[in-house]
């Protein structure tokens, strides 16, 4: 079964500073992988996926990922963060067997002024 | 149209009461998800219908009863619930359910449930 971890709980981070969120991933077979932000209150919001094709991946928000087969890794990158971005995020994988998609325990980050 | 819309937003029922949440797409999304999320937790998958059939049961307890009448509709019926039941409950759609066709889900605000 696939399974994916997000090494920190909590990212502080300035504001206009960039930033990473880590995931990493595992699966016996090949996976889709996405990002997905819950701001406070809300449901969660697709960022970004990766299906196949180019391992750089953009989306919304300025948001954008890179998925490294050999690291098992999929880590999200902001060049520059505003405070709007203050949000939980959320890693998640699902394999090509079925389409159950699994989240990772979550990321706050917590941008400071 | 490309939401999901969850009803109410906020429930507050105790533990003899029977209550449904609701969730509604019209995006054509032939798959639909219900998840539980409790505070500081990554959401949990509960149930996936598609095409209006029930394809998993993530072992949930049968005081959470789910039914999906047309394609664009998931109801989540409740009945003698827990206090710790009391979580937020989303509902979640995506194109069609299977190998192949994982475009990524889109979910509803949500249902912030409290059992009293």
């Known amino acids: 079964a696939q399974s994916v971890t997000q090494l920190d709980s909590q990212v502080p981070v300035f504001e206009e500073a960039p930033v990473e969120l880590r995931c990493n991933y595992s699966s016996s077979v090949s996976v889709y992988l996405f990002w997905y932000v819950q701001y406070p209150n809300q449901g969660l919001q697709l960022l970004l996926k990766?299906?196949?094709?180019?391992?750089l991946v953009k989306g919304i928000n300025g948001f954008e990922a890179e998925f490294n087969k050999s690291q098992t890794s999929f880590h999200l990158r902001k060049p520059s963060v505003h405070i709007s971005d203050t949000a939980e995020y959320f890693c998640?994988?699902?394999?090509?067997?079925?389409?159950?998609?699994?989240f990772g325990k979550g990321t706050r980050l917590h941008i400071l002024p | 149209d490309t939401e999901v819309t969850q009803t109410p937003k906020h429930l507050v029922m105790g533990m003899t009461n029977k209550k449904s949440l609701k969730c509604e797409q019209h995006?054509?999304?032939?798959?639909m998800y219900w998840y539980k999320q409790k505070a500081k937790k990554p959401p949990e998958l509960m149930f996936v219908?598609?095409?209006?059939?029930?394809?998993i049961n993530e072992s949930v307890p049968s005081r959470f009863s789910p039914e999906c009448p047309n394609s664009s509709l998931l109801n989540l019926h409740l009945h003698a619930l827990q206090p710790e039941d009391s979580a937020l409950y989303l509902c979640?759609?995506?194109?069609?359910?299977?190998?192949?066709?994982?475009?990524?889900?889109?979910f509803g605000s949500g249902t912030r449930l409290t059992v009293v």
């Open positions: 998640a994988v699902s394999d090509r067997r079925d389409d159950k998609i699994i």
């Open positions: 979640a759609s995506s194109l069609k359910f299977g190998a192949e066709a994982n475009y990524g889900y889109t």
């Open positions: 995006m054509g999304h032939r798959a």
């Open positions: 219908y598609s095409y209006e059939k029930l394809s």
């Open positions: 990766y299906l196949s094709g180019s391992t």
